[in-house]
């Protein structure tokens, strides 16, 4: 019975709610050398290291990151749902985590970060702002999985394929 297959299609914007997860972050950058990478892998384990050994992950986030909002906020970044973080990997893991749980750290093309699930929820309605940033970020957010399934990398110097 083929006429009964039914598909569903995501568009942004279709969709006024979705599983939505408030995280706490806690950034550091690699650097750009090869001792600027040795630093920030040492200070990443170190970080690992002390959260293994219960500190206070918002007292971890607010000595480690130079954002500012991270200090403001206590790393908290607000809720969002899938589609919404720019590197797939980092938002497997953080979907993945259950609440109070802390990822390892995810390396990112310009810095690490650790987060930490403060809440969860399996159906969040999306704000105004999230609806747009969904619509805006789409094609980079397909683009990006299809790299990682993929595993698609660029090979030739210089050249951008994005």
Not at 13 to 38: E, K, M, N, V, W
Request: charged content about 25%; glycine content about 6%.
């Amino acid at each position: 019975m083929a006429g009964n297959r039914r598909t569903t299609r995501w568009t942004p914007g279709s969709c006024s709610s979705s599983r939505g997860i408030r995280p706490a972050h806690a950034p550091a950058p690699t650097g750009g050398d090869y001792q600027a990478f040795l630093n920030a892998l040492k200070k990443q384990t170190d970080v690992k290291q002390k959260l293994d050994a219960g500190t206070d992950f918002t007292e971890v986030a607010k000595s480690l990151s130079d954002d500012p909002d991270v200090t403001t906020n206590n790393g908290d970044v607000g809720w969002f749902s899938r589609g919404m973080l720019p590197d797939p990997n980092a938002e497997d893991a953080v979907f993945k985590a259950q609440t109070g749980q802390i990822t390892d750290p995810i390396s990112t093309t310009r810095t690490w970060i650790i987060y930490k699930v403060l809440e969860k929820q399996p159906s969040r309605e999306l704000t105004d702002d999230q609806k747009t940033k969904l619509k805006q970020t789409s094609y980079q957010y397909w683009l990006a999985r299809q790299k990682k399934a993929y595993d698609a990398h660029k090979l030739i110097p210089g050249l951008s394929p994005d």
